[in-house]
């Protein structure tokens, strides 16, 4: 008997291909999508939040009353707290999806996420 040998049985439900789509492929599509509109909506977010300080910056320049009060760093921490909050909201519901092998699946969505993000 050779002590090499390994049994293989055990991985012969893993590689299958209807296996691989229903436990990976579908919650790695799912973070994929969520990663990639998640990334979007970041980008018009962040896109208006600029918009609003150079508007903020007119108005103080042209001395508008009450554009002195406002503090762009308290603003912007608000808003670098509830980009934070949404990015761990998501990552916690792609965890939680549900299946037979729960520890393959939460992987595949959370890294389709993470690709998703990074393609957006």
């Given at each position: 008997?050779?002590?090499?040998?390994?049994?293989?049985?055990?991985?012969?439900?893993?590689?299958?291909?209807?296996?691989?789509?229903a436990n990976v492929g579908g919650p790695f599509?799912?973070?994929?999508?969520?990663?990639?509109?998640?990334?979007?909506?970041?980008?018009?977010?962040?896109?208006?939040?600029?918009?609003?300080?150079?508007?903020?910056?007119?108005?103080?320049?042209?001395?508008?009353?009450?554009?002195?009060?406002?503090?762009?760093?308290?603003?912007g921490d608000s808003f670098i707290g509830s980009?934070?909050?949404?990015?761990?909201?998501?990552?916690?519901?792609?965890?939680?999806?549900?299946?037979?092998?729960?520890?393959?699946?939460?992987g595949s969505g959370v890294a389709g996420f993470?690709?998703?993000?990074?393609?957006?």
């Open positions: 008997m050779n002590n090499n040998s390994v049994d293989t049985a055990p991985f012969a439900d893993i590689l299958n291909p209807d296996f691989l789509l599509v799912i973070g994929l999508a969520v990663g990639f509109f998640a990334k979007k909506t970041l980008k018009i977010a962040l896109f208006f939040l600029g918009a609003g300080v150079v508007v903020l910056f007119m108005l103080q320049y042209f001395d508008f009353k009450g554009s002195h009060n406002i503090n762009l760093q308290e603003v980009v934070k909050h949404g990015i761990e909201f998501l990552k916690e519901r792609l965890s939680a999806i549900q299946s037979s092998n729960k520890t393959i699946q939460s993470f690709v998703g993000f990074k393609l957006g």
